[in-house]
């Protein structure tokens, strides 16, 4: 889906707000503290998961084959001992829920965070310093999204979650790849939105004013323009981290994401299709999960938008 | 043991005594065993065949298509275990030597449109000469046919002569075999030995990649559909989409054993859902599978436990599903860290979530209940287990104990983490999951990884150097006869760095020299008797732990009745089955 | 806005003459897309060629083939070749005459693969972008005639819902409880009975309604904030305010002037939507069992069939690129305020 980010690029940016206002608005705002207030019970969960399941559930990994149907070996639903019922080997889903939590907010913050820190870079060195280094990467950015990006991840996952993994071991299948994957595709969003930005910035008085006073181009930077950068970044990335959770999920439905014993939500999920219409809990639990945790991330995500910049949200 | 009988135990939770249950008369169709002849059956599949080319097919689909298209010299009819002469007119001849193996061709076959000519037995040297060929690339011929006089040391690009094989006459064929066996006479079944005409598919199998598969000319009862030249694709064949078999006009009833109900056979593919399959099936839209992909345990519990489909199904017992073990890879050089995990394995629960009882019994020896009275019995039958445990749950104690032997202290493993590849489609991920978790008891830390069947079968079991620790891995035999199972998986010889079979690495002498020896022993009781004693000698060298003698559920619909390809996993044969 | 009042034969001067910057606009945005076109080729071969999952010649030469025989078909299939050369005769043969190679798997030229594919993804692509703009226009409509209304919220509220659920558990959720065959409730359709439109165009439809519904679900929401945005921005125009005061009907003036300024930026967005759509409908493909291209990337993905991935990418970008390319024309044409 495109993100408008020619439209946002051109925006000016009104500056930053501060951090006290930003929370009492926040705080106003209803929705936008139900959508907190979740995801940090999924945070609980990810982090709490192993406490929390030796108290009301099982260990993720270890199976039950007594709950299976001793005939046919399907699995069991929910009962007073596995809250969401138990998967095809007889592993405990509710705890699986719980420990795919990781791997989603694993993804979204550090993935993102990646991305983010790779982009921005990118972005501000192609605006600022304008002439060969703006277009090759500006050329790069232009390749990137002309490739069908799924079906690059998709055939990147797939060559690096075979074997010794890819990029001489380096990336190992699993996580690393995800991780990989998802910065691959997530850096240009930044690299274009900073670019814009900067090339805006680099013209407005104050950067003129730096220069002149004699200030070397790492300070104009640092002091005068990655403050402004702020804003608009902090926003896209409230964008960037749902994209990237549904990515992974994505990834791993297809099975070049993260492998089994490690659980996933999206891998859950396409284990569960073939059994979905007897086994339905397998499906709809850790897809809830990952609904509810990528609409709270959207919620949230707007609200900051409403916030900072009532203006971006709406040409987005 | 009939049907009734079958689905009580089974209700009672019974176990591996049913295995024997081999449900091979007609499904119910009882007391109507009547065959009308017209109308049109209607299979459908989850993938593509391999091939249509008769010289190169390999897959079971391919053969179940094929051979209502193809007449090999010989073949197995329907609801049948016995060889038959097809094209042949009889049993071949073997020499007093055994270097000399003379068949001859029933006169009087012709091929269909646009050949229309009668079959010579040059014909039958041709098929056979350009399967040899890397423009037909032919996956067995090196297993059975490399015993011929002349046989290409280097397979050359187009099909060439080969001075083993001899056309005396037209209706006589000769191979001569550079050391006595029987391996090849045996392995006349395959459809590489269907006829093929030189004058018409020469300028097919010129080409680099021959593409006599869409141009192909038909002896049996049926034809792909063609147009005026012969071509049949998009009519007869449409790759990955669908088939369409129609009457050979050449073809004439009264040479040939298969009865030909039907008038149109279709095949409709990319059924990858094989939940879907089975309901259309079931709704009388489809008649019967044409591969058999694994159906889910939840389907297969719906249709099992129904009453009304209660003749909608059959099982049959096809190959063995297995645990390759790395012989040389450490730590499973060491005979009792193998025996070791042939004794914790968990066989139950691993059967249970690849489906359960029904999906066939738990397997203790290689040869399993469809090699009846050709080495089941011999080899021990159920009764042989040289690692028995109670309800086949595994036996921690006895493992560990090997496990000490092996040299670790406490009998728990302690180097670093081992992987195992499993198929990425269901129900294997968990299959390879109870696996793990049984390895995990005496100290394995075991990785699973998942691959394509593709990515399994031309890189990580079978190169060597990508080889694991374990594989998990099933084998069909080709034909029933042990050589199938034992010579490509156990013997030194089909050992080679770039592909093997072999992935076990197993290089026993011992093995190896009673191989050779029982492939060259002419009484066939007596051969039975000894690859038997091979498969207790192999079992208890434990290079696999052998889980399953897997047995494949056909669903069929109302419509039909069946003839079975008993040899080819119960498949339906088209040119046996009927419409009611 | 300017240029708008300036009537049609400002316009028309503008872009006739063929050496106006339009047209030197155009050619050059289309020859970057051809280039584009060569490095998206040339890098999805690198990397393919990197990293394979499994050996094309063993696949080629079938199960238990000697290793002699694979030698040979490596040598045939031309693996054994330098990998600028192997480009080199791809590129050659895809520019000459489309010739995309033959899959490895089933020895059947690709192009024919991905063009018999094609109807499949382009019915579910194409049905999914017009039941979304069928939904989003009248709603965007009503929510700029209405703004912070109940309407508005359960708009914004529903979109938000279907953006954060996948395709493909939506698709599942829908045939558990509505597939005619095995849901809860049933209604319609079920996995895996696509039929062609030729073979039976009931059937067709009946087998396309979840998946449609399930794309347009989370883009219609989209797309009806957005025109209602847009909307609701021109009508606060003046001349729009000046057209009320002088007393035309509102349906009037939305229609006349809102929309066309509205639907602009729209229009372009979903010439890009639409493009990423026909580009690989992957997700929604392979849980409805739908014979497409996208599911064919999948398959040819795990197979590790080279030169099937290669034209499936291939033809994904050239959607993506053709996209892009109508879209920037099409701003160029609308938008006046674009220099080039």
């Known amino acids: 889906m495109s993100m408008g980010s020619d439209a946002v690029a051109s925006v000016d940016v009104v500056g930053t707000r501060p951090l006290s206002l930003f929370w009492e608005r926040v705080r106003s705002d209803k929705v936008a503290l139900v959508a907190f207030a979740f995801l940090l019970v999924v945070t609980f969960s990810a982090v709490l998961a192993g406490p929390i399941t030796s108290l009301v559930g099982h260990p993720p990994n270890a199976q039950y084959p007594d709950r299976l149907d001793p005939a046919f070996g399907t699995p069991t639903g929910p009962s007073s001992e596995f809250l969401f019922g138990v998967d095809p080997v007889g592993s405990d889903v509710f705890a699986r829920v719980l420990y795919g939590a990781r791997v989603s907010l694993t993804v979204a913050i550090v993935g993102t965070g990646i991305a983010m820190l790779i982009g921005t870079s990118l972005g501000i060195v192609a605006g600022y310093y304008r002439g060969v280094v703006d277009t090759i990467i500006s050329r790069t950015i232009d390749v990137m999204l002309a490739f069908p990006l799924l079906l690059l991840a998709l055939g990147i996952g797939s060559a690096c979650s075979v074997g010794g993994g890819c990029a001489g071991g380096l990336i190992q299948p699993g996580m690393t790849t995800v991780l990989g994957i998802i910065v691959l595709v997530s850096w240009t969003y930044f690299a274009r939105l900073a670019r814009g930005q900067v090339l805006s910035l680099r013209e407005k008085e104050f950067v003129e004013a730096a220069r002149a006073t004699g200030a070397g181009d790492l300070a104009i930077i640092a002091r005068e323009i990655l403050p402004n950068l702020l804003t608009p970044v902090l926003v896209y990335v409230t964008l960037v981290i749902p994209l990237n959770i549904l990515l992974e999920a994505a990834l791993s439905y297809l099975g070049v994401g993260i492998n089994p014993p490690q659980a996933s939500w999206g891998q859950m999920i396409a284990e569960a299709t073939p059994f979905f219409d007897s086994a339905w809990w397998y499906f709809l639990f850790p897809g809830l999960a990952l609904v509810l945790t990528v609409l709270a991330f959207n919620l949230l995500g707007e609200a900051i938008r409403d916030i900072l910049d009532p203006h971006l949200s709406k040409a987005n | 043991m009939s049907l009734h009988t079958w689905r009580a135990a089974v209700a009672l939770g019974a176990s591996f005594a049913l295995g024997l249950a081999m449900v091979g008369s007609g499904s119910g169709s009882g007391a109507n065993d009547q065959h009308k002849r017209g109308g049109t059956l209607k299979l459908i599949s989850a993938g593509d065949v391999d091939s249509v080319d008769p010289g190169k097919t390999y897959y079971s689909m391919g053969w179940q298509i094929l051979t209502a298209v193809h007449r090999p010299l010989y073949s197995i009819p329907a609801d049948s275990t016995k060889t038959l002469p097809d094209l042949a007119a009889s049993l071949p001849r073997i020499s007093a030597d055994g270097k000399t193996v003379t068949v001859r061709i029933?006169?009087?076959?012709?091929?269909?449109?646009?050949?229309?000519?009668?079959?010579?037995?040059?014909?039958?040297?041709?098929?056979?000469?350009?399967?040899?060929?890397?423009?037909?690339?032919?996956?067995?011929?090196?297993?059975?046919?490399?015993?011929?006089?002349?046989?290409?040391?280097?397979?050359?690009?187009?099909?060439?002569?080969?001075?083993?094989?001899?056309?005396?006459?037209?209706?006589?064929?000769?191979?001569?075999?550079?050391?006595?066996?029987?391996?090849?006479?045996?392995?006349?079944?395959?459809?590489?030995?269907?006829?093929?005409?030189?004058?018409?598919?020469?300028?097919?199998?010129?080409?680099?990649?021959?593409?006599?598969?869409?141009?192909?000319?038909?002896?049996?009862?049926?034809?792909?559909?063609?147009?005026?030249?012969?071509?049949?694709?998009?009519?007869?064949?449409?790759?990955?989409?669908?088939?369409?078999?129609?009457?050979?006009?050449?073809?004439?009833?009264?040479?040939?054993?298969?009865?030909?109900?039907?008038?149109?056979?279709?095949?409709?593919?990319?059924?990858?859902?094989?939940?879907?399959?089975?309901?259309?099936?079931?709704?009388?839209?489809?008649?019967?599978?044409?591969?058999?992909?694994?159906?889910?345990?939840?389907?297969?519990?719906?249709?099992?436990?129904?009453?009304?489909?209660?003749?909608?199904?059959?099982?049959?017992?096809?190959?063995?599903?297995?645990?390759?073990?790395?012989?040389?890879?450490?730590?499973?050089?060491?005979?009792?860290?193998?025996?070791?995990?042939?004794?914790?394995?968990?066989?139950?629960?691993?059967?249970?979530?690849?489906?359960?009882?029904?999906?066939?019994?738990?397997?203790?020896?290689?040869?399993?209940?469809?090699?009846?009275?050709?080495?089941?019995?011999?080899?021990?039958?159920?009764?042989?287990?040289?690692?028995?445990?109670?309800?086949?749950?595994?036996?921690?104690?006895?493992?560990?104990?090997?496990?000490?032997?092996?040299?670790?202290?406490?009998?728990?493993?302690?180097?670093?983490?081992?992987?195992?590849?499993?198929?990425?489609?269901?129900?294997?991920?968990?299959?390879?999951?109870?696996?793990?978790?049984?390895?995990?008891?005496?100290?394995?830390?075991?990785?699973?990884?998942?691959?394509?069947?593709?990515?399994?079968?031309?890189?990580?079991?079978?190169?060597?150097?990508?080889?694991?620790?374990?594989?998990?891995?099933?084998?069909?035999?080709?034909?029933?006869?042990?050589?199938?199972?034992?010579?490509?998986?156990?013997?030194?010889?089909?050992?080679?760095?770039?592909?093997?079979?072999?992935?076990?690495?197993?290089?026993?002498?011992?093995?190896?020299?009673?191989?050779?020896?029982?492939?060259?022993?002419?009484?066939?009781?007596?051969?039975?008797?000894?690859?038997?004693?091979?498969?207790?000698?192999?079992?208890?060298?434990?290079?696999?732990?052998?889980?399953?003698?897997?047995?494949?559920?056909?669903?069929?619909?109302?419509?039909?009745?069946?003839?079975?390809?008993?040899?080819?996993?119960?498949?339906?044969?088209p040119a046996f089955t009927s419409i009611k | 806005m300017e240029a708008g009042l300036g009537g049609p034969a400002a316009r028309r001067s503008r872009f006739a003459r063929i050496d106006s910057p339009f047209v030197g606009y155009i050619v050059r945005r289309i020859a970057w897309s051809a280039l584009l076109l060569v490095i998206v080729s040339f890098l999805t071969f690198l990397i393919f060629y990197v990293l394979p999952a499994s050996d094309p010649a063993i696949l080629r030469a079938g199960r238990n083939a000697s290793p002699d025989l694979i030698e040979e078909v490596r040598a045939s299939l031309g693996l054994d070749q330098p990998f600028y050369e192997q480009f080199r005769i791809y590129a050659g043969n895809v520019v000459t005459d489309f010739d995309l190679g033959y899959s490895y798997y089933s020895e059947v030229p690709v192009r024919e693969e991905i063009v018999s594919r094609l109807p499949a993804s382009i019915s579910v692509a194409l049905g999914a972008f017009i039941l979304w703009m069928a939904i989003a226009l009248p709603v965007g409509i009503l929510t700029a005639l209405k703004p912070r209304s109940k309407t508005d919220r359960v708009v914004t509220g529903a979109t938000l819902f279907f953006l954060s659920a996948p395709t493909y558990w939506l698709g599942l959720v829908a045939l558990f409880l509505f597939a005619r065959d095995i849901g809860r409730f049933p209604l319609i359709g079920g996995s895996g009975t696509y039929v062609p439109f030729s073979d039976d165009p009931k059937g067709w439809a009946e087998s396309l309604f979840w998946p449609w519904i399930v794309l347009a679900l989370a883009f219609a929401g989209l797309y009806a904030r957005m025109i209602g945005e847009n909307l609701r921005e021109a009508m606060e125009q003046d001349y729009v305010r000046t057209a009320k005061a002088k007393g035309l009907g509102m349906r009037r003036i939305v229609l006349r002037h809102g929309l066309r300024a509205a639907l602009t930026p729209v229009v372009t967005l979903a010439a890009l939507d639409l493009g990423l759509l026909l580009g690989g409908t992957i997700l929604v493909e392979t849980v409805f069992n739908i014979p497409g291209v996208g599911r064919y990337a999948v398959e040819s993905i795990q197979t590790g069939d080279l030169p099937a991935i290669q034209g499936v990418v291939l033809f994904g970008a050239l959607f993506i690129v053709l996209a892009v390319l109508v879209a920037d024309i099409l701003y160029a044409v609308l938008d006046p305020r674009v220099r080039y």
């Open chain 2, 106 to 573: 029933r006169p009087g076959i012709r091929f269909g449109p646009p050949v229309n000519r009668e079959v010579t037995s040059a014909d039958v040297k041709y098929a056979i000469e350009r399967s040899f060929s890397v423009s037909v690339t032919n996956g067995y011929v090196g297993l059975y046919f490399s015993d011929l006089v002349g046989y290409p040391a280097k397979p050359p690009k187009t099909p060439k002569p080969v001075s083993g094989i001899t056309t005396p006459d037209k209706y006589t064929i000769v191979f001569r075999l550079k050391q006595a066996g029987t391996t090849l006479a045996s392995a006349l079944v395959m459809t590489n030995t269907a006829p093929v005409p030189k004058e018409y598919a020469s300028k097919y199998d010129q080409k680099s990649a021959s593409d006599y598969a869409f141009h192909q000319a038909a002896t049996g009862p049926y034809m792909f559909e063609a147009d005026g030249s012969g071509n049949i694709k998009g009519k007869g064949y449409t790759p990955g989409r669908r088939m369409r078999l129609v009457r050979n006009p050449s073809w004439s009833a009264r040479t040939d054993f298969r009865p030909a109900y039907v008038d149109v056979v279709e095949v409709r593919q990319g059924f990858t859902d094989t939940t879907v399959g089975v309901r259309q099936i079931l709704n009388g839209v489809a008649d019967a599978a044409s591969d058999y992909a694994q159906i889910p345990a939840a389907t297969l519990k719906q249709v099992v436990t129904t009453p009304k489909y209660r003749d909608n199904w059959y099982a049959w017992a096809n190959g063995i599903a297995y645990l390759g073990l790395n012989t040389r890879k450490k730590p499973f050089d060491n005979v009792n860290v193998r025996r070791a995990v042939n004794y914790v394995v968990d066989k139950n629960a691993m059967r249970l979530v690849v489906g359960g009882p029904l999906t066939g019994p738990i397997a203790t020896h290689i040869l399993g209940p469809e090699f009846k009275s050709k080495g089941f019995e011999a080899a021990g039958g159920l009764g042989f287990d040289p690692f028995k445990s109670a309800n086949f749950a595994g036996d921690v104690a006895k493992a560990k104990a090997e496990m000490r032997k092996a040299g670790y202290a406490n009998g728990l493993y302690d180097g670093p983490a081992i992987t195992m590849y499993t198929f990425n489609a269901s129900p294997s991920p968990q299959a390879a999951k109870v696996a793990a978790a049984s390895l995990a008891k005496i100290g394995f830390n075991v990785k699973v990884k998942i691959a394509s069947p593709d990515a399994m079968f031309t890189k990580f079991c079978v190169v060597e150097r990508f080889l694991p620790e374990i594989c998990t891995l099933g084998w069909l035999p080709d034909f029933k006869d042990p050589v199938t199972m034992m010579d490509p998986l156990f013997s030194g010889k089909s050992l080679n760095p770039n592909y093997t079979t072999n992935m076990t690495g197993l290089n026993d002498p011992a093995v190896n020299t009673a191989i050779q020896k029982t492939k060259l022993i002419k009484d066939p009781d007596a051969r039975y008797a000894a690859w038997a004693q091979i498969d207790k000698m192999i079992t208890r060298l434990a290079p696999i732990v052998p889980t399953q003698w897997t047995e494949t559920v056909t669903v069929i619909s109302d419509r039909i009745v069946p003839g079975k390809q008993l040899w080819n996993a119960g498949l339906v044969d």
